[in-house]
């Protein structure tokens, strides 16, 4: 998953799948949004609420009590910096809408 963050039109910094990337992407990737869901993802959109923007919600709030505050501890003793879930989960809500 590509995720950068752009000011005054320049990208300042941006993100591999959560790893950080030193320099500028030599052609930053275009994320296309979907209107339509592939077809394995489709009985996810079954557990949509009306709160929720897109995929990115829905697995947040399904995965969530299952050990996401956990898994997020977890992650940043082992590995020393934050997972990056937020950014993960606005990528595939942007990615696949409800």
């Known amino acids: 998953m590509f995720y950068q963050r752009v000011v005054n039109g320049e990208i300042v910094e941006f993100t591999i799948d959560g790893v950080n990337q030193l320099g500028k992407p030599p052609i930053p990737p275009v994320v296309p949004i979907r209107n339509k869901w592939p077809m394995i993802l489709q ?10 923007k897109g995929l990115g919600d829905i697995i947040a ?10 898994f997020k501890d977890w992650y940043r003793r082992l590995f020393g910096r934050d997972c990056n879930c937020n950014v993960r989960q606005e990528a595939w809500n942007a990615m696949y809408p409800l």
């Open 43 to 52: 009985p996810m959109r079954i557990l949509a609420q009306p709160q929720d």
């Open 61 to 70: 709030r399904t995965v969530g009590p299952l050990g996401g505050e956990a």
